[in-house]
Every structure is written in C-alpha cells, then in structure tokens.
C-alpha cells in the first residue's frame, strides 16, 4: 500500500483509539498514539494475514507486548476486518466486552497472544519463530515493545534465545519515546542506550524514525532479508504523537480527553469514518 | 516403554517415547536437561530440544509461544524455579489462555530435595498452583506413576503440572500400572479406623505406618490421591464416607495442598474430622530419611498421629 494511503490509515486509527478512550473514560493514549504508524505499516501492508481466518496457522503473528497500547491495536484490527463490520462502540475495558485492558487472546479475533505484563512478549515471540522453524513455516513474527519495558529482566532472556537460536524471523520494534510510566527513561536507569544493548546480544539493529513508513517498510524489509539472527528495529517515536497537546507530555501515558480536548481530536485526525 | 527408575529418568523415558510418534512433543530446557536426566532425548530429537539457558520465565513464554502454534511443549526444572520465579508466566501466559504447555517440578518435597537445603526444596508449589484457574495437578507416588502421568498430560488439553522428586523414590507401583483417573487409588485396605489418604513420594512411609497400626489393631485404609483439585472427586469422596477420622500426609506445606484439598472436600460434603500432616516450616540440608524423620513423617510419627487423632 502506498505511504500516503498508510499515513491516512494511520491517522484514522489514531482518531479510532481516542474515541474509544473518549468513550471508555479510560486507557493509555499516549502509548497508543506512539505506535500508531507501526502498527498501521504492519497491517495494512507487510503482515501476511487473513481476518477471515484469524487462526490461519501460516499467518505472520503480532504481539503488542506493551499491551496498555492497545486502543492502536483493537482499532487496527477493527479497520482490517477482524469484527466482520467496523466496530462502532468499543465499549473499552467495559465488562463484557471483548476489548479488555490489555489484549486477550481467547476474547479478541486476531490477537495473537494475551500481553500487558511487560516484558513477556518477546520470549513468547521466540516461542512461535521457532515453532515456524521447527514447522517449516515461513511466516514472521512481530513483536511491539516499549523503551521502558525492556527494563524487565526477562527481556533479555528473550534476547538471549532469539540470538543463540538464530530467529531470523523474529523482528522486534523497540518504541523509543523516551518515556515511561513514571519518568523519563534515562532518568529512571541512567541512560536509554538501546541500540548498544540489543548489539551487544548479537542483533541486528536498525534505528529510525518510528513515524516514517518509508523507513519503517524499507527497516522491515533490510531486517527479513538478514539472516541468521533476530532483527531490533529501534524506532524513534513521540509519545502521544498527532495530537499536539498530547504529545510528548508524560502525563498522556494514561488519561481521559475533556469534551474540548475530544473536539480537538475530531478536528485534527478527521474524526469518525 | 524406555527402561527408568525414579521421576526424573520417567519423565524422560516418557517423553522419549510419545516423541517416537508425536512431533509436537518438546523439552524447553532452562539449563535442566541434566536434572531432568534428558540428555538422551535432547540426542534423538535434537530439534524438538529447546534449550534456554538458566532463565525459567523465558522458558515458560517461550513455551506458551510454541503451544500457542500447535506444539506440546514440555518444560521441566525444579519446582520451585518454575511455581516461583516463573508463576506470572504460567498464570498470565499459559493458564489464563489455556495454552497446552505441561510441566514437571523436580525436587519437589523435603525428600525430593534432601542435601540441597530450601533453596533447592519446594514445598509450596502446589499451594501457589491450587489458586491459579484452569491447571491439572498430578502428584505421582513414584517413578512408574510419573512415567504414565506424563503421558496422560500430554493427552489432556491444557495446562498440567506434574511433582516430581529427586529421582531416588521407592517404587510402589508397578510400571504397567496406569495413572488412574479416578484420582484416589487404595493401597491398604484393614479397615476403617482411620482413612490415610497421602499423596507423592511419601506413600512408602504411610504403608509403613499402616503396617504399625495393624500390629496395634488399628485398622486404616490408605489412599493415595495423584490428582489434586480434581474436577470429579466421586471416588475420593466415596472412601472418606466410610471413616469417621481421616488423616492426610504430604511432603508439603500444610497449607494449600492435599490437607486443605480433603478439608475442603470434607467441610462441603460431609463434615468430618480432618488431620493434616505436612511441613509447618522451612526445611534444612540433611540425608533424606533423616530429614523425613525429623520433620515428622517417620512411619512412627504417622502411626502415633493416627492413634493420638482416634483419642480426640
């Protein structure tokens, strides 16, 4: 799909994600918008998958390991088919309702894996790349974790098995906003130095800008042509990005727009569809 | 059936045997394949060998990753690496989505874990799994019931955790003997004075017992339950009808494990005494029968608490 048709989608998933935030009286759209352009590129262009069949055991898998972003997620799967009708009320976090507060696998057609305990996804992406080794498959796995959560020890157990059992199709973006639920990253460990990391567990790493689709398609096609070892593509990326008085300010990691803060949204992303 | 003796080399043989015909069959290993005496399946099927390094929440998601794509992954190490350090994992990611992960816990019990000290003893796995929705627990008695009860788990569609030991258990089946599925199978049947019911590695101590008390004319039944939080608990509870005094045995803390299983099965269905003998505290390093002595569950104490629990 063309950059410009991603960019749009892109947009209106942004839109879709504050809605149901708006309408929930909950969530996290800061980390929600951060991904925003990620996670429109891997749906709408690069995942080989089929809504219709969601269990489709050939299908790239997904795991939003920052699973608090998901208002992105339910939206893309949303526009992609995986409701049968685009969904009009999401009812987010409501009981009940299929859109839980952080993903569930056995609720949610076309969520790969439950997540939202930080740190967890990409062991278990291993787990399924080496599954599509053992199988023969040639489908990919993409994992979305956050420059915060990769603070969990179990990340780099992860890092570790990805490399030693040589994923090639495993591809891990690293949302790097600088952020975290409390602070500034670099405030909270010293230093956000995420690329010498994942370097140093024998990766191959690429850094860009998180907002690009050029540069977020031409990373994803450099990291499944390197083979041998997982790929970490570090992504550069402004929390809370497409809204001005969102982005960048912390204080968007979780919360709620006001009537006016919601109108605003409307305006600038296009609102509903 | 690959020759073992103990829990651990069963688990092995076991899985080594369905792998034979079933692909889906894996070990994760987090540095266990030593402990878990797995060296010669890791040889015969190197690629269904999955080996981690030490670190036991990889293991787990790396586990629930495969099963979520089909396989029927295997994850064995000690009991309380896996039930502790890897309990959000086996909660959040393989029994909360169900996922068909099993795993077996080795040194499990003060006898399962002997000269090793508590670090290396666990005694709670079963009370933190008993809180958890959606997990079978199986608790085999020896090395024959572990070898069927592993590959009864893999038969069952979901998430199984089966207690292991230290490899040297005394044999008490015989190895055709199937995992019965009733949960309750009856080893001694004197009379009913009192019902043992006991489960694991400690069952060769409560026949001893049971022998004791027949010499003092008390006639016991004893029981050995090897399915915990069963969902269909008929046959157990049809034995505890027939006792006015039940005594339980478990190489676990007494909290959350067989003793709170039969209370709550007694307190819901036919109140009745209950008396429970299991570990109040932390273990020690210490030769095994030595250590299952001191904590009290010397074939004597077990016969002096039956009859102490007769006077009440």
New interface residues.
């Given amino acids: 799909m063309g950059n410009e048709e991603l960019k749009e989608i892109a947009g209106h998933l942004r839109f879709e994600a504050v809605r149901m935030i708006y309408q929930g009286k909950d969530g996290h759209p800061g980390p929600a918008l951060g991904i925003a352009d990620i996670v429109t590129t891997l749906y709408f262009d690069e995942m080989n998958i089929d809504p219709e069949n969601p269990k489709w ?1 050939d299908r790239d898998r997904f795991i939003l390991s920052k699973g608090h972003a998901c208002p992105i997620y339910y939206a893309a799967l949303s526009e992609r088919g995986y409701f049968g009708k685009k969904v009009k009320e999401y009812k987010l976090r409501a009981l009940g309702s299929k859109f839980q507060g952080h993903p ?3 609720k949610t057609e076309g969520v ?3 997540s939202g ?1 930080l740190g ?1 996804g990409l ?10 080794k ?2 023969k498959k040639d489908y990919n796995v993409f994992v979305i974790v956050g420059d915060g959560e990769i603070q969990e ?2 990340i780099w ?2 890092a ?2 990805a490399a ?2 040589k994923l090639d199709n495993l591809i891990l973006f690293v949302d790097k906003n600088n952020w975290q639920s409390g602070g500034a990253v670099s405030d909270t460990i010293g230093s956000n130095n995420v690329k010498e990391k994942f370097e140093a567990f024998n990766w191959h790493v690429q850094e860009i800008d998180g907002h690009n689709i050029d540069e977020i398609k031409k990373a994803i096609a450099l990291a499944k042509s390197k083979k041998g070892m997982p790929s970490a593509i570090i992504c550069n990326t402004i929390k809370g990005k497409g809204l001005d008085f969102m982005e960048n300010n912390n204080l968007w990691h979780k919360g709620v727009p006001t009537d006016d803060q919601y109108a605003i949204a409307v305006k600038v992303l296009g609102g509903a569809k | 059936m690959t020759k073992f003796h103990g829990t651990r080399e069963a688990f092995a043989a076991a899985i080594t045997d369905m792998a034979k015909t079933d692909r889906k069959i894996m070990f994760i290993s987090p540095d266990s394949l030593k402990a878990m005496r797995a060296t010669d399946f890791a040889e015969e099927f190197p690629e269904a060998y999955i080996e981690v390094g030490i670190a036991e929440q990889n293991a787990v998601a790396v586990a629930a990753g495969l099963a979520s794509c089909g396989q029927i992954p295997f994850v064995g190490t000690y009991a309380g690496f896996m039930t502790m350090r890897a309990c959000e994992q086996m909660r959040t990611f393989v029994a909360y989505p169900k996922l068909n992960v099993k795993f077996i816990g080795i040194n499990a019990g003060l006898n399962g874990g002997e000269r090793e000290g508590v670090t290396h003893q666990f005694y709670e796995d079963l009370g933190i799994l008993s809180s958890i929705p959606n997990f079978t627990i199986f608790t085999p008695a020896d090395g024959a019931q572990t070898y069927h009860a592993v590959k009864r788990a893999a038969e069952i569609d979901g998430p199984v955790y089966i207690r292991a030991g230290s490899g040297r258990e005394i044999d008490i089946y015989n190895k055709e003997d199937p995992f019965n599925p009733d949960g309750v199978t009856v080893l001694k049947d004197y009379g009913t004075d009192t019902l043992i019911l006991a489960s694991g590695f400690i069952l060769n101590k409560v026949l001893e017992a049971a022998d004791l008390l027949y010499k003092e004319n008390i006639k016991v039944t004893v029981g050995d339950v090897n399915i915990l939080n069963g969902e269909n608990n008929t046959k157990i509870l049809n034995l505890m009808a027939m006792t006015n005094k039940i005594v339980t045995v478990e190489d676990h803390n007494i909290n959350g494990g067989l003793g709170s299983f039969i209370s709550k099965l007694a307190c819901e269905n036919r109140p009745v005494n209950v008396k429970r003998i299991g570990l109040n505290s932390f273990g020690e390093s210490g030769p095994a029968n030595d250590l299952i002595d001191y904590y009290g569950f010397s074939p004597e104490n077990i016969a002096k608490t039956v009859i102490e629990n007769l006077k009440l």
């Fill in positions: 055991e569930v696998m056995n790969d894996m439950t305990s967890n062991s278990i992406a291993c787990g399924m790349a080496i599954a599509g053992y199988n020890g179990i157990e992860g570790n098995t030693s059992k």
